[in-house]
């Protein structure tokens, strides 16, 4: 190992295996109610109250949540299919060993979540508010994120791979283990809190100028000014 360079350690997530689930309607999923070993299946629960709902070895295959009120939910070894919202409110929720795939979403709010072994696989997210939460052990595989969100989160092993992230804000935020190698990275905010992740030669390179930039050094190509003639001088 090079002098100076740390291992890098990656997310540690272990195969979901469900039991023998139940199918069950959702309309029976109540607000604060604690639901183990059940599928659902095409469920719309938009405009839902479901605050503080728990989920436990739970599969959805096909959710329409535009609106619902997920904030304080807890998902946990729960697997998520074909999610689709304009705006999904979850703030303070809880995802441990959990499963999100093939899913299309406008603005996710996650504001102080909890995130846990989760994997987020082939989904549109177009911005996700992560800010002030926390995440260890989280993958984003084969996303296209608009907006990513970490401003002051707490992320330790996390890894995008074949993701195109449009920004990714990271003011304050701390981070150890973060793998940014397999992500394209057009714009990001907070260069100074990227202690902790790795990049690709080509991605530093990207973003010399915001390095640059936050240095207080200026880039610049054009010849140096000439000072005044002293041709007449002495005369």
Not at 71 to 96: K, M, Q, Y
């Amino acid at each position: 190992m090079a002098p100076g360079r740390r291992k890098l350690t990656a997310p540690l997530i272990e195969d979901l295996h469900l039991p023998d689930l139940t199918d069950a309607d959702p309309v029976t999923i109540r607000a604060g109610g604690h639901h183990e070993a059940q599928r659902y299946t095409d469920a719309d629960l938009s405009e839902r109250e479901l605050a503080d709902t728990v989920f436990t070895e739970c599969a959805f295959d096909g959710v329409t949540a535009g609106d619902a009120d997920l904030r304080g939910a807890r998902f946990l070894e729960t697997s998520v299919a074909r999610l689709t919202a304009p705006v999904l409110r979850a703030s303070r929720s809880t995802w441990r060993d959990a499963r999100l795939a093939g899913s299309r979403l406008g603005a996710v709010e996650l504001d102080g979540a909890d995130l846990r072994s989760v994997a987020i696989t082939g989904s549109k997210l177009t911005y996700v508010n992560l800010r002030t939460a926390s995440l260890r052990d989280v993958a984003f595989t084969d996303c296209v994120i608009d907006e990513l969100d970490l401003t002051q989160a707490e992320a330790d092993r996390v890894a995008l791979d074949g993701c195109t992230v449009g920004t990714l804000l990271i003011d304050h935020a701390r981070l150890r283990h973060v793998d940014l190698r397999g992500a394209e990275l057009r714009t990001i905010s907070g260069v100074d809190a990227l202690r902790g992740a790795v990049l690709s030669s080509a991605q530093a390179a990207d973003l010399a100028e915001a390095f640059a930039a936050h240095l207080g050094i200026t880039v610049s190509d054009e010849p140096a000014p000439r000072g005044p003639s002293r041709s007449g001088r002495g005369r």
